[in-house]
């Protein structure tokens, strides 16, 4: 007889634990084990049947691995919450005695402090691990940043989080490694390519934050606390890996000012300053090229070499050809792009443009921001792209490059409000008249200067490339700010394309069928007032249809078989040809199909045959290849209808326009 297995211990019941059981193993609390699990990486999970991994009659809601669970049995920060816990205990004794200077002198020197450097490791073994998982945790410091201190969000923690921001600004910055931005009602949304990982976060926008009571800040206040260790374990490795101190140095003065950005000084860390470590930074990997004064040696050396080969090479007559060292062509910097080879092919990716390129956008120009513009994205994303003299009013901050709106090296100018017209002309009044210095009044243009609305630098940085200022002037209808992330598909909808190239044979056929019913139903107001009191003459009080004269003479009543009105004789012929073409057809045995010369007539013919045709392709295919057919059909109709809606709505904006 064979042993008989006890119930629960083997198979799901044995994989699975619930929460209070894993609770009361591990003899915490349930805050500090949510807390221990958000810090550790470990989830809830979902049995394939509660029932079996339940070990109640009762199938609970929450299950967890129990090889996580064994495994937190080892983690150090255990102790620190059992010696919180005991911190407490003490705390509570002292303030039941009346001792409260004891409780706060305990309260202030003996609380534990948590360390999670030993988590960062473990989770993430490589700094590529961690540049992945960084999505996440820029978009929950970005809003931690932005949001009013509160009791549950001490002060402490927002400035912490700004810090940790700014900082990861300013290596994007420095290393041009930026590569899109796209403007949404959530926010603005940011892409970097760091070491070969695409980061995507999102920052909110710069308005009032209202903190409502219904949002756990304990729970994201746990991952505030992963999150702001992780960043700066980042940031270090950033820093140090181009050459830089960290953390920079952080002026409070400027930054109680609005400067934001500017309050912090980077410094390299002993071999050149940050304007050639900047120049020589490669912004794909954080790779920095070697210094030209330590690399001159070596390159004389390598020089040396090479010129010694040369000599022995021209000394000896016995050389072949094929040996000798050709110069290469002339290089061709151009970027190669991989074109469409037949309908239907797969679209590749193009290859991006190179790092100097994407750096050196805004490189030549000066911009300056007007006060209703959003300065923080705007100066972020034109630094980071090569941009070097930002200025803007007083009002937004500390840190410009000037204050003046009518300095002339400024290039561009952003705006965000209608153009005022105004024709005063302000000058200097300590001046005679000839010697003063003609200005625009305030919200007046200046001559030679580029004006242009926020949505400009978005859209050039997201083609790489400048686009024609006078499609971005102040009040002009901008086009439309498309996500850089959605690439356009077959038949989908796609604002940039214009209208007929989008449109296929059915719309097209569709369209002209209704200009033309509309071309024929329409009818003269004149014609209508003709024909209804035409019909009022020959119908009386109750109705009825009355004779006007009965003294009409035989030939006033009958006119004969002939009439004075001439007929269509082309459309009777027309008629009759089209009768003797169905007689012939039928005679011969060939079914007959009347020639009708509308596009929609022909495009519905041929749609009519396609359909009979995969009707019968269909019935040849198995059941299960079927269905699976029809849900893809099923799906794409939906796309196609979609799209072919949107074009519609186009089509009545440009008929209005």
């Given at each position: ?43 809830p ?20 691995y ?12 255990l ?23 004891d ?29 992945r ?102 940031n ?19 930054d ?75 290089p ?71 204050h ?51 949505q ?8 790489g ?92 009543e ?6 004075d ?16 073409r ?13 020639s ?48 072919k ?7 009545k904006l440009?008929?209005?326009?």
């Amino acid at each position: 007889m064979g042993k008989i297995k006890k119930k629960g211990t083997t198979g799901q019941a044995k994989n699975f634990i619930t929460r209070t059981q894993a609770v009361r193993k591990l003899q915490i609390t349930l805050p500090d084990f949510r807390r221990l699990c958000i810090y550790k990486g470990i989830y809830p999970r979902e049995p394939r049947n509660k029932k079996k991994a339940s070990k109640t009659s009762t199938p609970s809601t929450t299950f967890y691995y129990t090889k996580d669970i064994q495994y937190l049995l080892h983690e150090p920060i255990l102790n620190k919450f059992r010696d919180h816990k005991a911190l407490a205990k003490k705390i509570a004794k002292s303030l039941g005695r009346g001792e409260v200077g004891d409780a706060a002198r305990l309260e202030k020197t003996g609380r534990p402090r948590i360390s999670l450097d030993h988590v960062i490791k473990e989770r993430y073994p490589t700094f590529v691990d961690a540049l992945r998982d960084l999505d996440d945790a820029l978009s929950l410091l970005f809003l931690f940043a932005n949001l009013p201190s509160t009791p549950a969000v001490p002060p402490k923690t927002i400035a912490l989080c700004q810090r940790l921001c700014s900082e990861f600004q300013h290596y994007l910055i420095i290393t041009h490694t930026l590569r899109k931005s796209f403007i949404s009602i959530k926010g603005i949304y940011y892409q970097a390519t760091i070491q070969g990982q695409d980061i995507l976060w999102l920052v909110p926008h710069k308005f009032v934050q209202k903190v409502t009571g219904d949002v756990d800040f304990r729970i994201m206040g746990t991952f505030v606390d992963f999150y702001t260790t992780l960043l700066g374990f980042v940031n270090y490795r950033l820093y140090t890996t181009i050459g830089l101190v960290y953390p920079p140095k952080f002026n409070a003065n400027s930054d109680e000012k609005g400067g934001e950005l500017d309050a912090f000084t980077l410094e390299g860390s002993g071999f050149g300053s940050i304007a050639s470590i900047e120049g020589q930074t490669n912004g794909t990997n954080g790779h920095v090229e070697p210094d030209e004064e330590l690399q001159a040696p070596a390159n004389l050396e390598a020089q040396r070499i090479a010129d010694e080969i040369a000599r022995s090479t021209a000394a000896d007559p016995n050389t072949d050809q094929d040996d000798q060292v050709i110069p290469d062509e002339a290089p061709n910097d151009a970027i190669d792009e991989f074109e469409v080879q037949g309908e239907g092919a797969d679209v590749l990716d193009q290859p991006r443009q190179s790092d100097s390129e994407a750096g050196s956008l805004f490189t030549p120009y000066s911009f300056f921001l007007s006060r209703e513009t959003p300065r923080q994205p705007l100066e972020f994303i034109l630094r980071a792209f090569g941009c070097k003299r930002i200025g803007w009013d007083e009002v937004l901050g500390d840190g410009a490059f000037t204050h003046d709106e009518f300095d002339p090296s400024i290039t561009h100018q952003v705006v965000d409000r209608p153009p005022v017209v105004q024709d005063d002309v302000a000058t200097n009044d300590g001046q005679e008249d000839s010697d003063a210095v003609a200005k625009p009044a305030k919200g007046g243009r200046m001559p030679g200067r580029t004006y242009i609305q926020p949505q400009w630098v978005w859209d050039c940085v997201n083609q790489g490339k400048l686009i024609r200022p006078d499609l971005y002037a102040p009040g002009v209808t901008l086009p439309p700010h498309l996500s850089p992330w959605v690439k356009p598909t077959k038949n989908a909808y796609d604002p940039t394309v214009p209208l007929a190239e989008q449109e296929n044979s059915e719309e097209e056929a569709d369209l002209d069928e209704e200009e033309d019913d509309e071309a024929n139903g329409s009818m003269d107001d004149d014609d209508i007032q003709a024909h209804a009191a035409m019909n009022e003459d020959d119908v009386d009080d109750h109705g009825m249809d009355v004779a006007e004269s009965e003294d009409l003479s035989v030939d006033e009543e009958f006119g004969g078989f002939a009439s004075d009105e001439p007929k269509d004789d082309g459309a009777g012929q027309t008629e009759g040809m089209e009768h003797q073409r169905e007689l012939e057809a039928e005679a011969a045995g060939v079914p007959y199909r009347a020639s009708d010369t509308s596009k929609a007539a022909k495009a519905a013919m041929k749609r009519k045959d396609d359909e009979e045709e995969l009707e019968r392709r269909k019935m040849m295919m198995p059941k299960k290849k079927r269905k699976l057919y029809e849900k893809m059909a099923y799906s794409n109709k939906g796309k196609d209808d979609e799209a072919k809606k949107l074009r519609g709505k186009r089509r009545k904006l440009e008929l209005r326009t």
